[in-house]
């Protein structure tokens, strides 16, 4: 991923048509499409998939490359992820005495969602480092790869952070700081291993548990 963002210079003019794609993905995946939720669950990976296309051609593929330590990259994310969504929702309930609101999503939550969440969860994924990317690409020959890298994992989190605040009853504090926090794992699982793979694998298995857990217990 390294080499992806520090070596290869994103395409400028394709700024705009990546966003643009993404923006279609995110709202085909929240209003569907022509009346159907039929393609709803991959919109946002097909449209988050062809902005990233778009900003670096071929060179993409990197980005998909075989992850790098992907056994203890993953373990790692996963258990930062769960202590970051404790310790978060500990300050936000308790500390700040902000209600927290469930997702609208695990309303409806059945067996077939668990399949469903699987191109869902890429596409979030997908959407998260297309804005990282764009970020990271814009700021390459001004600032130093790490000081680029962490301008870009925080403006996609906020990104991402607020793009579920419909998800949650507009609770900003909540989607900012617990959402946004749990966010940053899934991110870091990816730049660790070099593969988008890694964070994918790490978001969907945190998300799964937690969804097995309400299919068990409500």
Known sequence: MRELIENTPIKKWAIVPALLTTAIGFYVLSYGF???????????????????????????????????????????GLIAAQLVASISGIVVKFLLNVQVQPDEAVKHIDVLFLFKAIPMIFGEELLTFVILFIVTGLLAKSYSYKKALIVGVIVSTLVFS?????????????????????????????????SLWEGFAVHYVYDTLIFVVILLFR
């Open 34 to 76: 022509l009346g159907s939720g039929f393609f709803s669950p991959v919109a946002l990976a097909l449209g988050s998939g062809v902005g990233i296309y778009l900003l670096y051609g071929s060179a993409a593929a990197k980005a998909f490359g075989k992850p790098a330590k992907p056994i203890s990259t993953f373990f790692l």
């Open 162 to 194: 607020l793009l579920h605040l419909p998800s949650y009853d507009w609770n900003l504090i909540q989607v900012l700081l617990i959402i946004g926090a749990i966010r940053i794992p899934f991110t870091l699982a990816s730049l660790r291993s070099n």
